[in-house]
């Protein structure tokens, strides 16, 4: 299993981890990267990596327990239309 390290803390971390335990940053992961990092708001849902905050990080759709609200495009209601 791979084990990642928080950025702003130091807590030790799984890859299933959506956020710290210890200082309550959320966690996102950087598959350019291959690292599991803190990330900082910014507001208006843009989110920075502490590991590279030059790049602003986006949730991909499918992530799980996204903090986000979900765009259009990826929301998913089991609904149906009326
Ligand atoms: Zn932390």
Redesign the pocket.
Known sequence: MKLFE?Q????LLYFENTR?E??G?VLGYLPDREILS?LTSEGGGRWYPLAAPEEPFGFCANAAGSPLPTSPAARQTGSSPL
């Open positions: 928080c702003h803390c130091g807590q710290c210890r200082c940053h803190a």
